[in-house]
């Protein structure tokens, strides 16, 4: 007797797995069957319908104020780019308020070295709306006026209690450079403008 039990003591005990792989998955299965998701407490308004929910109002459309700065175009319908100006080409001095490498060809040059007419002046023309004006001081008082007709009918930002700010965008055409839209936007703020934005650059197709 004590023999058997020896040897069976030497045997090695193994595991059965099989079983326990099919428990396992049916255990899994019926888990996943009887799986429910909890309804969301409080979902957000954007997984609501359009109509129904927080935001039932919709937002009114604020038209902004379009600011046009291109080059104008002469009689041939070539732009006034204008001569650049280099020290000594043409031999002409620089006035004492420019400091850059060049400077281009301007009225006020002309008036002050008539020697400059017989090239071409850089001319800008400003757009808003309908109205077009070459002289920044015009386009300024323009500015002024849209700007006060404008604000008096802006509506009142229901979250801060304040009357919302006039939109203005400056759109820059080809062959314009920096200084002629930091002019431009000096005019703007000047007439009262805060929110000023800038437009990519489009094809020149405006008459």
Do not use: H
């Not at 300024?140 to 700010?165: F, H, N, S, W």
């Amino acid at each position: 007797m004590s023999s058997q039990l020896t040897e069976l003591s030497k045997e090695e005990s193994e595991l059965e797995m099989t079983p326990m792989i099919d428990v396992t998955f049916l255990l899994l299965i019926f888990f996943m069957c009887t799986l429910k998701f909890k309804t969301l407490e409080g979902k957000l308004s954007a997984y609501l319908p359009k109509d129904v929910g927080v935001n039932t109002t919709e937002a009114e459309p604020i038209e902004k104020v379009e600011i046009l700065v291109r080059l104008k175009k002469d009689a041939s319908g070539q732009k006034m780019t204008g001569q650049k100006l280099k020290p000594g080409n043409p031999p002409v001095p620089f006035t004492s308020s420019s400091t850059g490498r060049y400077q281009w060809n301007t009225r006020q040059l002309v008036e002050e070295f008539p020697v400059l007419k017989k090239y071409q002046v850089r001319t800008l023309e400003y757009s808003v709306g309908p109205f077009r004006t070459g002289d920044v001081s015009e386009l300024e008082d323009q500015l002024r006026k849209v700007y006060k007709k404008r604000q008096a009918a802006m509506p009142i930002d229901p979250k801060t209690g304040e009357q919302k700010q006039v939109p203005a965008t400056i759109d820059s055409r080809p062959g314009t450079v920096y200084e002629d839209v930091t002019i431009v936007l000096d005019a703007a703020l000047a007439a009262g403008f805060q929110e000023i934005t800038f437009v990519g650059a489009f094809p020149d197709d405006i008459d």
